[in-house]
């Protein structure tokens, strides 16, 4: 079965901090997903991570894949009030392209 | 616009009852999903078509019923067997049911049931 786990659970960082959000999880895929989801909202998706290796940015926000680790980071550059949210890692099960959802990380930036 | 809508955003229903959640999509996607979100938890999954007429039982299906009859609309229905039904239930859309597509989520409807 697999299982995906994220750490931290909660983050309250200061604006202009750097951070680093990690995601495991514990069988092989190779297809690996981040969304952000503000409260009451849905989700929206940030990045696709499709091989191991692959490397992903977007303003301040860069996620990574290491497949043979087993480990997506998301790492957050100089945090700004804005990143607010909830941050959630989703492995993509091979057959029927099913995710597999962390728990979420709630990132809150003070300013 | 192309998208992911459900209907209500908000539904409110009485122990007992049976409810049925709409989603439609206009993106000509293949496979459709519905989640469920608990607070403070991720998602998970309930059922999932990945084309018409033809649906699977995710992890969390005991309670629930689906139907895939046309390509866009994947109807959800929590019956009255679903002990703890009140969430926020989310439905997603991918091009296809093979690992690697992007899905995208709806705006949710969160249930109540009191």
């Known amino acids: 079965e697999l299982k995906v786990e994220q750490n931290p659970l909660f983050l309250s960082m200061q604006e202009g901090k750097n951070y680093t959000i990690y995601c495991n999880y514990s069988?092989?895929?190779?297809?690996l997903y981040w969304y952000r989801q503000d409260p009451g909202k849905s989700l929206e998706s940030l990045f696709v991570l499709l091989s191991n290796g692959a490397v992903k940015q977007e303003g301040r926000l860069m996620a990574s894949l290491d497949t043979k680790a087993r480990l997506s980071t998301l790492h957050i550059t100089a945090a700004v009030h804005d990143l607010s949210a909830t941050y959630f890692c989703?492995?993509?099960?091979?057959?029927?392209?099913?995710?597999?959802f962390g728990a979420g990380t709630i990132l809150r930036v003070k300013s | 616009d192309g998208g992911i809508t459900q209907s209500p955003k908000y539904l409110f229903r009485k122990e007992g009852q049976n409810v049925t959640l709409s989603c439609e999509q206009n993106?000509?996607?293949?496979?459709m999903y519905w989640y469920r979100q608990d607070p403070g938890q991720g998602l998970r999954l309930i059922y999932y078509s990945q084309i018409v007429n033809d649906f699977q039982k995710g992890d969390i299906a005991e309670g629930y019923s689906v139907s895939r009859e046309k390509k866009e609309s994947f109807p959800l229905t929590v019956t009255s067997a679903q002990k703890n039904p009140t969430a926020f239930y989310l439905c997603?859309?991918?091009?296809?049911?093979?690992?690697?597509?992007?899905?995208?989520f709806g705006p949710g409807t969160r249930l109540t049931v009191t």
């Open positions: 997603a859309s991918s091009i296809g049911g093979t690992s690697g597509y992007e899905q995208y």
């Open positions: 989703a492995v993509s099960m091979e057959y029927g392209n099913k995710l597999v």
């Open positions: 993106l000509n996607h293949d496979a």
């Open positions: 069988t092989t895929s190779d297809r």
